[in-house]
């Protein structure tokens, strides 16, 4: 068995064409400059990030909030001009070392935009710093210093692919929940596109609906298999772009569809990408790797690669290990690949007592929050928590302190009946946040 397994690693060592591994480069480059070149055009960085006077951080960063000023443009430029370093080769480790930094500290510092593909953002950043990707066909190559190649070990390759298996098997996993198999998430979707454009009646069919009910499980479950196929590669490719510009078009999410189009570079006969996107690259012979023992760098390479591919399949089934619904109590939610499945409404409002003056008052969160953070977090325990802590500071600043709150919460999951979610008899200015474990004052319908 040790042989078995000390093969499969030492044959991912075995040099192949870095063809799809430095085209993938170049398109991941452009797409991190849109991503932050177009935030700043599209007015997000504005919505997010400078007009709150406070945003959601993960919870115990609370110190790490937006620069002042037009700060934000200046940072989110610096990414952009990153991306663009990134897609030609440019200083590349260097570059994206940087965006990488920067794009994980605006990850952390704000949730009430929250999207999977920006978590998956900074995995492949990270996967793009451990692989050669500017070797060929880039500024840096051109360098009198540089190490020129036109190979890479096959593990460059494969991470990406096993990344991708991950993604898509968890969304298909997840999807297996009456909310979107009896259609309760795609209805209340569709409905909100309406009057979209050219396309809003047509979302509206119910053969439609069902089509992508049932197609967005069957693809998120098999694409990656098809794709490894030779026989049904190309299929599988038309259909994957099909899938991926139709969630573009009609679910807005930035980035994430084009992306995963540009990762089936990797599924592809790296031959058939060079003679399609660098004819004039050297064809040269490769040799398989003969060596019979497993070097000790490339043996703790492997299992550090092992650790973290088995992290990734623990973080979306963590969920299992709390009490109550996830949908509900959003504990287990985040970095779970838990993609395109519900739409919450929540109504929020807090208690406010302030026992040595004997007062109590309400307070609606729309007087301290954007209209935006409100309704991003009247659904999310995590958020409203945070709300206290800030409300409890901002009241001591005027001097009213030792202050109790409770919220009082109202949520809807894919249109159905509301549910209380946070125990309107727990002081929230005295809870601690847990989050290895269920805290009880999260409530879920039984």
């Not at 030492?10 to 991941?28: A, E, G, H, T």
């Not at 999410?253 to 060079?274: A, D, K, Q, S, Y």
Request: aromatic share 16%; with cysteine.
């Amino acid at each position: 068995m040790l042989n078995f397994f000390s093969k499969i690693i030492q044959k991912q060592f075995d040099p192949v064409d870095n063809s799809p591994l430095v085209l993938f480069r170049m398109i991941f480059g452009f797409l991190i400059f849109a991503e932050t070149f177009g935030a700043i055009l599209t007015g997000w960085v504005k919505q997010a990030l400078i007009e709150p006077e406070f945003t959601f951080t993960l919870i115990g960063l609370e110190w790490l909030q937006p620069l002042p000023g037009s700060g934000m443009y200046v940072y989110f430029g610096v990414m952009a001009i990153c991306g663009l370093c990134v897609m030609v080769g440019y200083r590349y480790r260097l570059s994206l070392s940087i965006f990488t930094v920067l794009w994980t500290l605006v990850y952390w510092m704000q949730k009430s935009f929250y999207n999977n593909h920006y978590y998956l953002l900074i995995l492949l950043c990270l996967f793009m710093l451990c692989v050669p990707a500017h070797a060929y066909a880039s500024f840096d190559a051109k360098r009198w210093n540089s190490v020129v190649s036109t190979t890479c070990p096959r593990w460059c390759i494969s991470i990406f692919i096993i990344q991708l298996w991950i993604v898509f098997t968890f969304a298909a996993l997840n999807k297996l929940y009456p909310g979107w198999l009896e259609g309760h998430f795609i209805q209340v979707a569709m409905s909100s596109k309406r009057g979209y454009w050219l396309i809003g009646d047509l979302l509206q069919e119910q053969w439609l609906q069902k089509l992508v009910i049932i197609g967005g499980v069957i693809f998120d479950l098999l694409i990656v298999y098809f794709l490894l196929w030779k026989k049904t590669r190309v299929v599988a490719f038309i259909v994957s772009i099909g899938f991926h510009l139709f969630n573009a078009v009609v679910f807005q999410i930035g980035i994430f569809p084009f992306m995963m189009i540009g990762l089936t570079v990797f599924f592809f006969n790296p031959e058939t990408i060079r003679k399609i996107f660098f004819p004039r690259k050297t064809l040269i012979a490769l040799s398989n790797n003969e060596q019979t023992k497993l070097k000790a760098g490339r043996l703790a390479l492997a299992v550090a690669f092992a650790i973290y591919f088995g992290f990734q399949i623990y973080l979306p089934l963590r969920h299992h290990l709390y009490k109550g619904d996830v949908f509900w109590t959003e504990e287990g939610h985040r970095l779970a690949w838990r993609m395109m499945l519900r739409v919450k409404y929540g109504s929020l409002s807090f208690d406010i007592k302030h026992p040595e003056s004997n007062r109590t008052w309400q307070v609606n969160p729309k007087e301290f929050f954007t209209s935006k953070q409100v309704a991003a977090a009247a659904s999310k325990p995590d958020m409203i928590l945070q709300m206290t802590r800030w409300m409890k500071k901002h009241y001591a600043k005027e001097g009213i302190t030792g202050i109790e709150v409770y919220a009082n919460t109202s949520v809807s999951l894919n249109g159905s009946s509301r549910h209380v979610i946070i125990d309107p008899e727990v002081d929230l200015a005295k809870v601690k946040w847990q989050p290895f474990k269920h805290s009880e004052w999260i409530l879920s319908p039984e």
